[in-house]
């Protein structure tokens, strides 16, 4: 696991500027690798003392991860210090098996990394957002952390926004019944017409996504969902959280409501 500084370089603001145009973005400028682990980097960065970590899914690079990270945080106004947990995907369309055992295989790192951060005395709250395939892992490496700290570490846990699982149900269920007070912060979006679940719960032999599922199913499960199909207007609708301002806003009181 390595652990690095990426140094980003945001979207002009004037009104003439490319930005204004919708042709400038976010941009990766440069990558800066730290020695220590991810506490050390915790403790020497600025920024307020909540941590927000942004898990990515199926088919992403590093870049394109660090990126999507940037629109988040900027997006929803995050007051604190961000990061990515970047797992090796190999960001190919018909790679969907290759990734998914890649996620499974990071959850002991990415336990590392929250064990890491929780213990910090240099941060407040750990607050998870994590998307698509990406949420499996986390969700993991939660049930593991859990099971090795327990409630040690569940009070600096913050908000955990799962934003279109791709979970079986089944399997989402038997987790979050084994990472006691945890699954009380979970917060999940959902969207009924989530194409690219759709195409993965058929992958799946035919078994419904979390991501992909009724609101009511889930609530079953005693998690908060949010509904979001009425705002995906899209052909694929699996990243609402980037492209819709609502449901952004979704992510924004989550952090809020745990943070009050």
């Keep these: 696991m390595t652990v690095a500084r990426a140094k ?18 976010w941009r990766l400028d440069g990558i800066e690798p730290v020695s220590g682990d991810v506490g050390s980097l915790v403790a020497q960065a600025g920024g307020g003392p909540d941590v927000l970590i942004y898990v990515h899914g ?10 999507d990270a940037a629109h988040l945080s900027d997006g ?25 055992d890649s996620a499974m295989w990071s959850r002991d790192g990415f336990e590392r990394v929250l064990q ?3 213990t910090s005395s240099s941060a407040g709250r750990v607050h998870i957002v994590a998307h698509s395939m990406g949420t499996m892992l986390t969700l993991e490496s939660l049930r593991q952390l859990y099971a090795r700290s327990g409630d040690a ?10 934003a ?16 006691g007070p945890l699954s ?6 959902a969207a009924t017409n989530d194409r690219a679940l759709a195409l993965s719960g058929q992958l799946a032999g035919g078994m419904t996504r979390v991501g992909a599922a009724e609101k009511t199913a889930i609530e079953g499960l005693g998690v908060r969902v949010v509904d979001a199909s009425e705002a995906g207007w899209g052909v694929i609708n699996h990243d609402l959280f980037l492209s819709n ?16």
């Design 8 to 25: 980003l370089v945001a979207p002009g603001d004037s009104r003439f500027s490319l930005a204004a145009a919708g042709l400038d973005d």
């Design 245 to 260: 301002a609502e449901v952004r806003q979704v992510i924004r009181r989550s952090i809020d409501t745990v943070a009050a």
């Design 76 to 100: 929803i106004r995050f007051r604190g210090q961000t990061m990515v947990f970047s797992w090796p995907s190999k960001a190919g369309l018909f790679d969907y098996a290759y990734d998914r």
């Design 58 to 67: 199926f088919k992403q690079t590093f870049e394109t991860a660090a990126l």
């Design 116 to 118: 890491s951060v929780v």
């Design 164 to 179: 279109a699982p791709d979970i079986d149900m089944d399997v989402f269920s038997s987790s979050i019944n084994r990472i």
């Design 153 to 162: 570490v569940a009070g600096r846990i913050g908000a955990v926004v799962f």
């Design 184 to 189: 009380r912060k979970i917060t999940v979006i």
